[in-house]
């Protein structure tokens, strides 16, 4: 394991689309696209496409509606785009609602943290839910094909440009599953500020859930009531199931 290099971009604005190039890339969005995104794949849907504006997702929704109706998913503000089906709480996301279906989803910084790294090797999506099988998963693909080990990169997206606690604690607690030693900066402080946070605790989910509603994303939550999303965000190790994006297609899948 110590042959592969893993790098955290704390957020992803500014990044250089070349820093991810050939890597495997995990875009981080605690809250909540990722953790919406691995709870709706779970849930049974079909497909999650991201797109980087309303007017895009409502162009893809129909595009694709000729295969049965889409759903359409996201927030602006944290509240649900005026038409759209759903909103991005994970909650909303159940089975009853999401199986069988096909969803095109765009949120403010998740989607566009996909967007940002094109020339990845693969993209995949990793939240707390989520962070021991895609922890797993990353760790098969740089490894895949042979040659020499491709790093991995841990993309959070943040909110609006600045760097979010609740996604630096996502990014070291894959770390942490990985036993990742060979770690840039970034990565070596959000391993440390993930451990530091459960330390002692019988529930991890527990300090997680205090954490996330201290962070700038949890803070924005609670001011519109979306208090119950943190304690969702925070199931860590739940859903043990690894979203990737087809680059062919544009949509997220379960990924075997
Ligand atoms: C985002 O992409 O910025 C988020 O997921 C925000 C949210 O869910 O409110």
């Known amino acids: 394991m110590d042959r592969i290099a893993w790098h955290c971009h704390e957020c992803f604005h500014g990044m250089q689309e070349s820093e991810t190039a050939g890597g495997i890339v995990v875009v981080i969005d605690v809250l909540r696209a990722s953790t919406t995104i691995v709870t709706a794949l779970a849930n049974g849907a079909i497909g999650v496409r991201p797109e980087l504006s309303p007017d895009a997702a409502r162009k893809a929704a129909k595009a694709a509606s000729s295969g049965g109706e889409c759903l359409l998913g996201g927030e602006r503000g944290g509240l649900r785009i005026d038409g759209f089906d759903l909103g991005n709480a994970p909650r909303d996301y159940h089975r009853q609602a999401v199986a069988g279906r096909r969803i095109v989803t765009t949120t403010t910084n998740g989607t566009a943290a996909v967007a940002a790294c094109p020339q990845a090797e693969a993209i995949l999506v990793g939240a707390l839910v989520n962070r021991r099988a895609v922890a797993a998963r990353a760790l098969e693909l740089a490894l895949a094909g042979g040659g020499p080990p491709r790093p991995i990169h841990l993309v959070c997206a943040g909110t609006d440009g600045m760097v979010t606690e609740e996604d630096v604690l996502a990014a070291g607690a894959i770390l942490d599953a990985a036993g990742a030693t060979r770690v840039d900066d970034p990565a070596a402080a959000a391993l440390e500020r993930f451990r530091r946070t459960v330390r002692g605790a019988t529930d991890a989910s527990v300090p997680l859930a205090a ?23 925070a199931a860590i190790d739940t859903i043990p199931v690894v979203p990737r994006l087809d680059r062919g297609t544009g949509w997220f899948r379960l990924d075997p």
């Not at 954490?211 to 969702?232: C, E, P, T, V």
Request: proline share 0%; hydrophobic share 50%.
């Open 211 to 233: 954490a996330l509603a201290d962070s700038r994303g949890g803070k924005n939550l609670l001011a519109i009531g979306m208090a119950a999303d943190i304690g969702d965000a």
